[in-house]
């Protein structure tokens, strides 16, 4: 089996490709040791010490080294935890209960005005088909969390969440592509 790897623009942050899917639907962010308890995967990876993050996309696996971590002594041990795990076809969550299970109500932040449904449904398409394919080519994420008086609010996630340019990206990218398309965005803020 071989993994591929690419360098984000985070230089934390390295992505992985198992060239073969990772998560059927989603993704997934693992922040700590606790987080990562879910999946044997996160959690391995974190067992290495040097781990800061780990993020599941479609097809890839996002790893983030702690600060002053050299990626060239952690990627021979972060490939041979992929190898193992996908080679040996494991279980990318741990079993639960249902006692364990939580769901949100919405995923979003902050409680929007009805009267803006038509413009958070623009907003919500252009971050589905234009922004999210986009960030995961870089090894992340971006979540959509509220719209409130012209202002767009979304969670940076994987490789993008901490990247020194994801201000960058925020305000030179994805704020002036949804002020083009929806005239009602002013701003966009990271939460």
Not at 139 to 150: A, H, L, P, Q, S
Not at 175 to 189: D, F, I, M, W
Request: glycine share 10%; aromatic share 8%; hydrophobic share 40%.
């Amino acid at each position: 089996m071989l993994i591929e790897t690419e360098a984000t623009p985070n230089p934390a942050t390295m992505k992985f490709l198992p060239g073969r899917e990772v998560m059927a639907g989603g993704t997934r962010d693992f922040a700590s040791p606790e987080e990562a308890e879910a999946s044997p995967l996160a959690d391995a990876l974190f067992g290495l010490g040097d781990v800061t993050g780990v993020f599941f996309g479609r097809d890839f696996v996002s790893v983030t080294a702690a600060p002053g971590v050299d990626w060239a002594s952690l990627k021979p041990d972060v490939l041979g935890i992929l190898l193992d795990h996908f080679a040996g076809d494991m279980p990318l969550f741990r079993p639960g209960n249902a006692a364990g299970i939580a769901v949100p109500a919405d995923d979003a932040t902050f409680v929007e005005d009805p009267e803006d449904a038509d413009i958070v449904a623009q907003i919500r398409e252009l971050i589905d088909t234009r922004v999210r394919p986009a960030v995961a080519n870089d090894g992340g994420d971006i979540v959509y969390r509220g719209f409130e008086k012209g202002k767009v609010y979304l969670q940076m996630q994987g490789a993008c969440s901490g990247c020194p340019s994801s201000s960058a990206t925020l305000k030179q990218g994805i704020e002036q592509l949804l002020r083009y398309y929806v005239p009602e965005v002013t701003e966009v803020r990271a939460v």
